[in-house]
């Protein structure tokens, strides 16, 4: 069955590149209008909204704003406002790590991490909750994109994993709160995910080697990720709300992954 969002609304943090701009091609292929966040302003990023906008006959716009600013979230939202009137998805994509030991870990480091990828996405969902309750509004879906570092530990990234972990209880408790308001709320968290930002990586770490701790026998693409994503805003996942759902080939139930990578180099 096609999924139609037609006559939707979404804005996707994060969609300047990887699996962000991959998301916001999936959106705008179904048919909702897309807001495209960037967190500074690039010719590419509006190469690309207008792409869209000529390709799938929908409406498109950059937003532009550091989110682990709040008041640049506001202005965010207020861009938002100026070009919509209505918000029926959000897709908390943005996001960051870098690894650090925890033994020496300076503090801002930590907070870095912890501004972009939990603080964020909670400042992100309260105001699209007000946005998709004015007017008399009623339902929504906001997807938080986590990680399988919400469950799976990592040497090196604790930052990071604690930060995803917090969105994902996030993602329960909004689902608990605001069902009340139709408002569903999803996390997906992928696995090892190929994009533009990590295929180096993926090459000198060995493809091979990498495929090899996949159960399904290989790295997925944004693809994976962005179909899930439509899925879960649409009419067909109605009945979905407050569960995590992951996109890693069984990578988290092979209880013999190693990964070699400095900073990384215990069984996880």
């Known amino acids: 069955m096609e999924i139609s969002l037609k006559g939707r609304v979404a804005l996707v943090t994060g969609a300047n590149r990887g699996i962000g701009a991959a998301i916001a091609e999936r959106l705008a292929e179904a048919g909702a209008d897309v807001a495209l966040h960037s967190r500074k302003a690039r010719d590419e990023v509006n190469t ?3 792409s869209l906008a000529e390709r799938y006959n929908i409406r498109t716009r950059v937003l532009v704003g550091d989110l682990s600013d709040e008041q640049a979230i506001d202005s965010v939202f207020s861009q938002f406002d100026a070009h919509f009137d ?4 959000l897709v908390n994509n943005a996001g960051f790590e870098n690894a650090h030991a925890l033994e020496d870990m300076p503090l801002e480091v930590w907070r870095d991490v912890i501004r972009v990828n939990l603080d964020a ?5 309260q105001r699209a ?4 309750r004015a007017g008399g509004h009623h339902g929504g879906t906001i997807i938080n994109i986590q990680s399988i570092h919400d469950e799976v530990v990592r040497k090196g990234v604790t930052h990071y994993g604690v930060a995803k972990s917090g969105l994902k209880m996030l ?3 909004a689902a608990l709160e605001w069902a009340e308001y139709g408002v569903r709320v999803v996390g997906i968290s992928p696995g090892a995910i190929e994009t533009d930002i990590n295929h180096e990586d993926i090459e000198s770490l060995g493809r091979e080697r990498m495929n090899s701790w996949i159960p399904l026998g290989h790295v997925g693409d944004t693809a994976d990720v962005a179909g899930t994503v439509v899925f879960a805003c649409s009419d067909q996942a109605r009945y979905i709300t407050g ?5 890693d080939g069984g ?10 990578r400095p900073g990384h180099d215990e069984i996880s």
């Open 251 to 260: 990578y988290m139930h092979n209880t013999l992954r190693y990964d070699e």
């Open 129 to 132: 909750l007000h946005r998709m």
């Open 243 to 247: 569960t995590t759902l992951y996109i």
């Open 121 to 125: 996405p909670f400042m992100c969902s």
């Open 171 to 173: 993602t329960r408790s």
């Open 86 to 89: 209505h918000l029926e998805i």
């Open 48 to 50: 690309f909204a207008e």
